[in-house]
């Protein structure tokens, strides 16, 4: 895929969507730190569904800390791995309280110490909280990229690399939003809807006329 059918491939994506942003229900940094560990092998409405209830009575370290491991449970008991989750968040707290002055920081090295923090968590709260140039690589966004051509790769850190190096840079703050909801909604995984797809005509997926 050349560079001047990515600018185009995004120019449409931004016209069809010009403000995008994640489906997860958040108000501050710390929520949305919060939110995007709990949605590990889960999906963002699952989670609202959860949060939804917890932040309104715990959205700061201290207040979700006071509820222990156990209280966590209660909220969150309806969410994939939600013991294991629960022993990270309360954990993550415990350190933003010692280590960070109760807030979430701005840096990759010090959100990937944070328990249930991995490079796509870090890379979600880099882009989305603080506007950092960042690519969060989930399930969608390798799909997309592999099956369109805009950033084929082997693996999720691949796909990222090519992602940071390929996307015009006017786009790149948002790529990956656009990204995801394409995959999320259009490019989907077992029947993607090629025939009402706004990338179509510039889509390199070989086997894309089985959809239309």
Avoid at 19 to 32: A, G, I, K, V
Avoid at 42 to 70: C, H, M, R, S
Avoid at 98 to 127: C, F, I, M, Y
Avoid at 146 to 153: D, K, Q, V, Y
């Amino acid at each position: 895929m050349n560079k001047q059918k990515r600018i185009e491939i995004f120019t449409r994506l931004r016209d069809a969507n010009p403000n995008p942003t994640t489906e997860l229900n958040y108000s501050t940094p710390f929520e949305l730190l919060i939110a995007v560990i709990l949605s590990a092998q889960a999906t963002d409405v699952g989670v609202n569904k959860a949060t939804d209830k917890l932040f309104p009575v715990a959205n700061t370290p201290e207040a979700i800390l006071a509820l222990g491991v156990d209280g966590l449970k209660e909220y969150i008991k309806t969410i994939g791995l939600f013991n294991s989750k629960a022993e990270n968040v309360i954990k993550t707290c415990r350190i933003l309280i010692d280590k960070h002055g109760s807030q979430v920081p701005e840096k990759r090295e010090d959100l990937e110490a944070l328990p249930g923090v991995g490079r796509k968590t870090a890379n979600v709260v880099l882009n989305t909280a603080f506007g950092h140039m960042a690519m969060a690589v989930d399930t969608h966004i390798f799909r997309v990229s592999n099956r369109t051509g805009i950033a084929p790769g082997k693996n999720v850190l691949e796909v990222e690399q090519k992602l940071m190096r390929l996307v015009p840079k006017e786009f790149l703050l948002d790529a990956h939003h656009w990204l995801i909801l394409h995959g999320r909604y259009t490019c989907t995984a077992r029947k993607p809807k090629c025939g009402a797809c706004i990338i179509e005509d510039l889509c390199e997926f070989k086997e894309k006329r089985d959809y239309l």
